[in-house]
């Protein structure tokens, strides 16, 4: 296989994260591009290059001067959330594929430019979306496409992780703080809805439909504020953002965004069927027929039965992946591995010059949550139709080309 060149647009610490799981790919792609409208980024990034002993890339302070690099054959975009969609577009008008990192959109419409763009050019675009590659994701897309769910009924996802630090980082311009301060919303979809939304097959058999959301008060942020002293700031995002998505094939995903609160991680994921049920954070799945359920008797002596969850871990040996039989043993890069899973997932949808199994109907219909979400918000949780961004395809989309990195069936 030709080795793919890439260029990195975006030099933030995710950056060097990704740069990390790409050098342990060792020799299936070379960075010959990078690109920060921060010379300091680019000084400090281009160092790494130093200490892994690779070549140094080419820098650019203009990303459309990357794209006229001839030595690029796709790029990578981890720039701040509202310029992943307008680099994506300007690299596909260039021919060049495009993955963007996770985030949500500021509107509707620069998502129909995303779609459009890819439709026209040819290439596409797909976003890291890391977390669609984790273990327990993937064995339980595994378990529902094997039967073991029956027919899928109701879904949670979420993205619940304690950053209050962002109510006294607003001075530091880092944008991310800047969307919580100003905005009020489902802002950071992907991590939890991107797994669910391929489980569901949305955008091939099922679409979501509509969504309505609610907002708690907003305490969290102001209170770390006022611990540094930070007395004159007050944050619009709420403390915890309860989103609900109808699907046209009947189930109802439950979201919910939490970022300002003390609280363990999670992503909150629940996908229960008629037949079984994995809950995140019980570290449990439950199936009919697998998982223990003993009939007891109670104090008046009639019967009753309980069901016990089966841990996660117990279920792997027989119901991982084949992606992650192949990988658990030699698992490398960020995040538990699932970063360089879905860097590879690009790479070889570059290298085949395909549909990468994230692609832009895909995005748009994860992205549009954040800013659809605002609005239900803003008119008091009233429910707003969700666009299909397929224009219908999704009834009948045509068949993938089978991949072992394919989201949507196991192979
Ligand atoms: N998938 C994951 O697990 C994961 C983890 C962390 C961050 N992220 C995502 O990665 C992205 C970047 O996060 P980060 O923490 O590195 O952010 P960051 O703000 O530290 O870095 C972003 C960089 O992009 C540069 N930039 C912004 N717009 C640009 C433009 N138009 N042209 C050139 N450079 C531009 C900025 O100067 C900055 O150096 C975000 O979307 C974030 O949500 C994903």
Redesign the pocket.
């Known amino acids: 296989m030709k080795q793919v060149k890439i260029g990195i ?7 060097e ?1 990704l740069l990390a799981s790409i050098v342990a790919l060792s020799g299936e792609v070379v960075v010959t591009a990078a ?4 010379q300091q ?1 680019i000084d400090h990034f281009l160092g790494l290059f130093d200490k892994y002993k690779i070549k140094r890339p080419k820098a650019y302070l203009r ?1 459309l001067d990357l794209l006229d690099d001839k030595n690029v054959d796709a790029v990578i975009v ?4 509202n ?2 969609i307008q ?1 994506a577009c300007d690299a596909m008008k260039k021919g060049k594929y495009a993955a963007i ?3 949500g959109a500021a509107s509707c419409d620069e998502l129909w430019q995303l779609v459009h763009a890819a439709e026209s050019t040819g290439v596409s675009c797909m976003m ?3 977390c669609c590659y984790g273990r327990n994701e993937l064995m339980v897309m595994n378990m529902v496409r094997k039967g073991l769910f029956g027919e899928l009924i109701y879904c949670e996802c979420g993205y619940e992780h304690d950053l209050s630090e962002m109510g006294y980082r607003t001075d530091s311009r ?3 703080a800047l969307h919580n301060l100003h905005r009020n919303g489902e802002l950071y979809p992907t ?1 939890g809805l991107g797994p669910i939304a391929k489980i569901l097959k949305i955008n091939r058999g099922n679409r979501f439909l509509t969504l309505t959301s609610t907002a708690t008060k907003s305490c969290g942020f102001d209170l770390a504020a006022r611990k540094k002293g930070i007395n004159n700031v007050h944050f619009n995002e709420a403390d915890i953002v309860v989103t609900n998505i109808k699907c046209a094939n009947g189930e109802v995903i439950t979201m919910t965004h939490g970022v300002s609160l003390p609280r363990p991680y999670s992503r909150d994921c629940r996908v229960q069927g008629t037949q079984g049920i994995w809950l995140e954070n019980s570290n449990g799945i439950y199936i009919e027929g697998i998982s223990p359920r003993y009939c007891k008797l109670d104090v008046a002596g009639n019967p009753y039965s309980t069901h016990e969850w089966t841990p996660v871990k117990d279920l792997y040996e027989r119901f991982d992946h084949p992606i992650w039989q192949a990988y658990r043993n030699n698992v490398v890069g960020g ?1 538990g591995g699932m ?1 360089s899973l879905a860097l590879r997932a690009f790479f070889d949808a570059v290298q085949k010059r395909t549909t990468p199994p994230i692609d832009v109907y895909d995005v748009a219909a994860w992205m549009c949550i954040t800013c659809l979400s605002e609005q239900s918000i803003a008119m008091g949780g009233l429910p707003v139709p969700i666009p299909d961004f397929t224009n219908g395809k999704w009834v009948c989309r045509e068949e993938e080309l089978p991949s072992k990195w394919s989201l949507n069936e196991v192979y």
């Not at 647009?9 to 950056?15: K, N, V, Y």
């Not at 690109?35 to 921060?38: E, K, Q, R």
């Not at 981890?78 to 959330?81: E, K, L």
């Open positions: 647009i975006g030099l933030g610490g995710r950056a994260t690109c920060d409208f921060s980024k990303h981890p720039t701040s959330w310029s992943h680099i990192e996770v985030g890291l979306e890391n880092q944008e991310r991590h995040h970063d």
